[in-house]
């Protein structure tokens, strides 16, 4: 069996409604998905109820931005049960945060001469949480730059004119959270940590692993198999499960698919086995 621990919906910023991706998940033959959606449960009950009749397992979770001082860490937390709870409470202020930070981004832009309306941003995000690549996409159809990538890359990536922090969780505090909600947080896509050096991931991995961090996400769609072995084996190193997933976004990701990422990747059912056993429901 073939999975994928890692995707987004429209519910975040993805562009394939959540029953649509569970549909994609059975065409490609995937056993099992989940649905990882920045900073919120509102997919979750679609795909559950679309995953009971297309024979795929549904994995309900979110993916979180946590505060590092060198900025892009993301947790992954599987089996978050949909509704109430110590983690769950907390993602309504998690979007507010958003909220804010993209009128900031929208006060930039404009300022930089790329007017553009926090309203045509929420409608691009269609009711989802409202995220990054929406105003990328607006910026897309406005003709301020030919693709999503290129409006990372020269205006809303960390150090251009249209980037903006925003509130995010400590690690160690989230990390408790999901534990406390009875998830299994799981490090996402750690080259984005910016780390090079051996002692230095040591440094940042072993509190992570000492508050109860589970998996580390070592198969995921851009790496090369050297570095899914190395993350691999890297994670064992600190007692964690090496996971995978694609993070597909749909159109938000030309190129990337859901399940096989940019053609070779593979993630076994045995993850799932491996990592069920720390989820307590
Ligand atoms: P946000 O959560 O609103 O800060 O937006 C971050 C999201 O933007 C990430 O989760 C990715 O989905 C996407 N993203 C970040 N960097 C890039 C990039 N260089 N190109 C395309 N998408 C990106
Ligand atoms: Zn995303
Ligand atoms: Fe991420
Ligand atoms: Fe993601």
């Known amino acids: 069996m073939i999975i994928d621990l890692h995707a987004h919906s429209t519910a975040s910023d993805g562009s394939d409604p959540p029953a649509r991706l569970v549909a994609i998940a059975a065409e490609t ?58 983690l769950q409470n907390r993602l309504e202020g998690l979007r507010l945060g958003r909220d804010e930070r993209n009128m900031r981004i929208v006060e930039q832009l404009s300022a930089a001469g790329l007017p553009l309306t926090i309203e045509e941003i929420v409608e691009q995000a269609g009711g989802g949480s409202v995220g990054r690549p929406h105003i990328a996409a607006v910026m897309m159809a406005r003709g301020y730059v030919p693709d999503i990538r290129t409006a990372f890359d020269l205006w809303l990536g960390s150090g251009r004119p249209g980037y903006v922090g925003r509130a ?20 996402s896509h750690p080259h984005t940590l910016g780390i090079t050096t051996a002692g230095e991931m040591a440094a940042v991995l072993g509190p ?30 600190f007692g964690l499960i090496p996971t995978g997933g694609s993070d597909y976004h749909g159109t938000y990701k030309p190129g990337l698919a859901l399940g096989t990422g940019y053609g070779d990747l593979v993630v076994p059912g045995s993850v799932l086995d491996e990592l069920r056993e720390h989820a307590s429901h």
């Open 29 to 86: 033959g995937l056993g099992a998905i989940a649905l990882t959606d920045h900073d919120t449960q509102m997919g979750i009950e679609e795909a559950a109820a679309a995953a009971a009749h297309a024979g795929v397992e549904l994995i309900p979770g979110v993916e979180l931005s946590l505060q590092h001082e060198r900025g892009g860490m993301h947790l992954l937390v599987l089996w978050l049960e949909n509704g109430a709870g110590p």
């Open 168 to 187: 995010r969780l400590d690690p160690g505090e989230a990390i408790g959270l999901a534990r406390e909600s009875g998830a299994v947080p799981v490090l």
């Open 208 to 237: 992570l692993a000492d508050a109860g961090l589970v998996g580390l996400e070592a198969m995921y769609s851009s790496y090369r198999p050297h570095e899914r072995d190395g993350y691999a084996h890297l994670a064992r190193r």
